[in-house]
């Protein structure tokens, strides 16, 4: 499902952020990629939603070459994925309901479809009673419970995850770590770039670890 | 189909919706695109109007024929006459010399002058309208008159007619360039307006691409911005200009009693109306176009920081 092959990615201005990189993760997998901060996590998930684009090699998600993808087809690509951010990103001007309704709307789902879909990713995160609140008056947990209803509102085949519980008291990141089993179980594939320890332990998936910028054995 | 109209619904009621929470900008937005659009607007009304009754003043022009002074009454009805059997003639009125002198008596303020003159120094005149109005037709006529005996002076009376027509010329030049200068900075505004639109709305743009906006997405609703905004300063220049008219139109009505004639301002038509709402819109939406495709590519998400 992803694959990637002699991935090196070199910033102007020289830093190597990954170097020779390659792995495969199969449909249905939960994978964590772990290592230290600036090891290379982040970039490699830039590098799956065409955020940023391979020095070398190639990423290949659903036997699509990401790093040869035409800048019109980026946010087709981006649609297949969820993601879920370490600072939520969640537009501040509008309820919760509408944050959720974001990805239907940008698909053009129809209102009474999109409705229906958006209180059962809100229902799955426990936020259901909050859609006409706005994402300020939320907890932090909360704010990352949001930013993960809108990931899976539109039924992403792949869940991906930078640092989903780098914020979060240990409380609130088991809670979350809950969520992405759960919808593991459910055949997403789900990646989480993370190097909170106690999630990995308590999900105990598979590992990919990046060592400055390259796999560890 | 049906999604995209809805897509298209829902960015334009976000659109109003937009508008709705800076009431007092918007308006002022409007109030100044209004303003500027009214002025070329207004000023080829008022040329446009003119022009059609200097069309119809110098659609028919006036040959003045005066009779020399000592011409006998014999003379006078022989040219008469001649007038009459004139294929090139359409009618003609005769003003005999007393009645002249009375006219300028009465009109010119100049009774007392008139009343000391020891004798009448005005001549016999016919007032002749030619069947072809063209300026050769004409000056041919004139020349044919000139010829005929006791006739002292011919004269063409539209001169002044297609003067001012050449005139009215120049000012809709004069209308045509001012609206293109204020069209172009409708563009500017516009354009400024959207700018400072997407930078305030950076982060959310920067969100939305991540999670799959295509930038026609993103577009939509700046352009409908645009489009709305040149709209709605369409719609206060109307009623700017209408407002104008209407209020020459009342005052023209007093002064054109005391003249008797009846000089009245024509209202803007449908077209013109339509045009007037169509066009500003139109380059509202292009100003917003252009600021959106120069600012959009300058928020990539990942490229900052």
């Avoid at chain 1, 020779?20 to 970039?43: N, Y």
């Avoid at chain 1, 649609?79 to 990805?103: C, E, T, Y």
């Amino acid at each position: 499902m992803i694959s990637f092959s002699h991935v090196s990615k070199r910033y102007p201005g020289g830093h190597q952020a990954l170097k020779d990189v390659g792995f495969t993760i199969e449909a249905g997998e939960l994978v964590f990629i772990t290592g230290h901060s600036g090891a290379g996590k982040t970039t490699l998930l830039k590098l799956l939603v065409a955020i940023e684009r391979p020095t070398s090699g190639s990423v290949i998600v659903n036997g699509q070459n990401i790093s040869a993808l035409k800048p019109r087809a980026v946010p087709f690509l981006r649609r297949r994925f969820g993601l879920i951010f370490q600072d939520h990103k969640l537009l501040f001007d509008r309820s919760v309901f509408d944050n959720v309704a974001l990805p239907l709307q940008i698909a053009g789902y129809g209102m009474k479809d999109a409705a229906r879909r958006v209180r059962a990713a809100l229902d799955k995160v426990g936020l259901l009673a909050y859609e006409k609140a706005l994402p300020i008056t939320l907890s932090g947990g909360e704010q990352q419970r949001l930013c993960i209803a809108r990931a899976i509102v539109h039924r992403p085949a792949i869940l991906l995850a930078d640092e989903p519980t780098g914020n979060l008291d240990a409380e609130y990141a088991a809670e979350i770590g809950e969520l992405f089993r759960s919808f593991n179980q459910v055949g997403v594939t789900v990646v989480i770039a993370t190097h909170d320890q106690t999630l990995l332990a308590r999900l105990a998936p598979r590992v990919v670890t990046l060592k400055h910028g390259e796999l560890a054995a | 189909m049906t999604a995209w109209l809805a897509q298209h619904g829902r960015s334009f009621a976000a659109t109003l919706a937009k508008l709705g929470r800076t009431p007092l900008g918007a308006a002022l937005n409007f109030l100044v695109i209004g303003i500027a659009l009214s002025l070329p607007v207004g000023l080829y009304v008022v040329i446009d109007n003119l022009q059609a009754s200097s069309h119809q003043l110098a659609a028919e022009p006036q040959v003045s024929a005066f009779m020399a002074l000592d011409a006998s009454r014999a003379e006078v009805a022989q040219i008469e006459t001649r007038l009459k059997q004139n294929p090139r003639v359409q009618r003609f009125r005769f003003v005999p010399r007393d009645e002249a002198l009375q006219e300028l008596r009465q009109s010119s303020g100049l009774a007392d002058v008139v009343d000391s003159l020891p004798h009448n120094p005005l001549p016999d005149a016919f007032i002749v309208n030619a069947r072809d109005s063209t300026p050769q037709a004409l000056e041919a006529l004139r020349e044919e008159i000139m010829q005929w005996p006791r006739v002292a002076h011919v004269q063409l009376d539209a001169a002044w007619a297609r003067r001012l027509d050449a005139a009215l010329r120049f000012g809709r030049l004069v209308a045509a360039i001012l609206g293109a200068l204020l069209a172009l900075a409708l563009v500017a505004v516009t354009f400024n307006t959207i700018r400072l639109q997407v930078l305030t709305q950076r982060d959310e743009i920067e969100v939305i691409k991540l999670i799959g906006a295509t930038d026609a997405f993103i577009r939509r609703p700046f352009l409908y911005f645009g489009a709305l905004q040149g709209c709605a300063g369409g719609v206060v220049a109307w009623l700017i200009v209408s407002g104008g008219i209407w209020l020459i139109n009342r005052n023209l009505g007093e002064l054109s009693h005391v003249y008797e004639s009846l000089f009245q301002l024509k209202q803007l038509t449908l077209g013109d109306s339509l045009g007037l709402l169509i066009f500003p819109a139109a380059l509202g939406w292009f100003g917003a176009w252009l600021s959106v495709g120069r600012h959009l590519a300058l928020i990539e998400p990942g490229v900052d920081k």
